[in-house]
Nanobody, 116 residues
Framework: QVQLVESGGGLVQAGGSLRLSCVASGTIFSINVIQWYRQAPGKKRELVATITPGAATNYADSVKGRFTISRDNAKNTVYLQMNSLKPEDTAVYYC??????????WGQGTQVTVSS
């Protein structure tokens, strides 16, 4: 079992920054990749960023150059640094951990609201 807990969301003005955290616990050695998704009201869940165990990263085109995903293995934590935020970044942000044998785990989500 893997547990993922997100934090760091909030209300910020356009152009501002936030850093989201995703803390993993449980059988974390089973996690292959960690991903950040977001879901805005009335829209499908969207993949935002991916980080592999080897720290390779990938981003959605909509956030490239503005968001940075990173990991601190000593703290079992993955971060999403979000800069130059736009109103269209408003969504609930979810952390997910994909495992080989037991599927994908999700956190409860953290709300990010960007005001114009």
């Amino acid at each position: 079992q893997v547990q993922l807990v997100e934090s760091g969301g909030g209300l910020v003005q356009a152009g501002g920054s936030l850093r989201l955290s995703c803390v993993a616990s449980g059988t974390i050695f089973s996690i292959n990749v960690i991903q950040w998704y977001r879901q805005a009201p009335g829209k499908k869940r969207e993949l935002v960023a991916t980080i592999t165990p080897g720290a390779a990263t990938n981003y959605a085109d909509s956030v490239k150059g503005r968001f940075t995903i990173s990991r601190d293995n000593a703290k079992n934590t993955v971060y999403l640094q979000m800069n130059s935020l736009k109103p269209e970044d408003t969504a609930v942000y979810y952390c997910s951990g994909a495992t080989t044998l037991s599927g994908t785990y999700w956190g409860q989500g953290t709300q990010v609201t960007v005001s114009s």
